[in-house]
């Protein structure tokens, strides 16, 4: 769900730049030594997650993991995310420097989301597959959301293009609830601890 450079105006580069920065200065501040590890594990799955995509128009759809990231990392999401889009943009031109802020406020943002929306359903075994799914899901159709706003706001002819990315996003959705289900019921029974360690 990569927006390309060209497309969006300044204000809406310069806005998800601050954005973007503030989030990820937050979450360095956050990750503690134990965390290291599954931040950098889960921001090269991200990394290859969003190496297979469709192009659509100025954007492009594959899988993103922003839900499973949030509710493992909480805000460290915010620096996992920023590097896997800047490895992406400089090794295969997806996305690119310039819209670095958007692209990743537009994937970040969500995961942060669902960490706190997510993250009280997940110590109960009954709510937990379905918090998990609906993670996935909602992080998907934020990250949407998020892309069609950017655009719109850049410019009204790209509200045609907006809403065919929240069309295509649709299927990916979906995948990503039941990989996020089923990620987050193995990590409860082979590895609880990350799962259910507490994120400030």
């Known amino acids: 769900?990569?927006?390309?450079?060209?497309?969006?105006?300044?204000?809406?580069?310069l806005g998800g730049g601050v954005i973007a920065a503030a989030g990820t200065i937050v979450g360095l501040r956050r990750i503690d030594y134990d965390q290291m590890m599954p931040t950098?594990?889960?921001?090269s799955a991200f990394f290859v997650a969003g190496l297979i995509h469709v192009p659509i128009g100025p954007g492009s759809v594959h899988l993103i993991l922003n839900g499973l990231?949030?509710?493992?990392?909480?805000?460290?999401?915010f620096p996992a995310i920023v590097t896997g889009l800047f490895l992406?943009?400089?090794?295969?031109?997806?996305?690119?420097?310039v819209v670095l802020g958007v692209n990743t406020v537009t994937m970040a943002v969500p995961?942060?989301?669902?960490?706190?929306l997510a993250r009280p359903w997940l110590g109960r075994p009954r709510t937990r597959p379905i918090a998990a799914f609906l993670s996935g899901m909602l992080a998907i159709i934020l990250s949407a959301v998020l892309m069609a706003?950017?655009?719109s706001l850049s410019d009204a002819g790209f509200l045609a293009t907006a809403k065919v990315v929240l069309l295509a996003n649709v299927p990916v959705?979906?995948?990503e609830g039941f990989i996020t289900m089923f990620t987050v019921?193995?990590?409860a029974r082979v590895q609880p601890d990350i799962l259910f360690q507490e994120r400030t």
């Open 111 to 116: 995961a942060l989301c669902c960490y706190y």
């Open 173 to 175: 959705m979906i995948v």
């Open 1 to 13: 769900m990569h927006i390309s450079e060209g497309i969006l105006s300044a204000p809406v580069l």
């Open 40 to 43: 950098a594990l889960l921001s």
């Open 185 to 187: 019921t193995f990590l």
């Open 69 to 77: 990231l949030g509710i493992l990392l909480g805000w460290a999401a």
């Open 88 to 97: 992406q943009a400089v090794f295969f031109q997806f996305g690119g420097l």
């Open 149 to 151: 706003l950017a655009l």
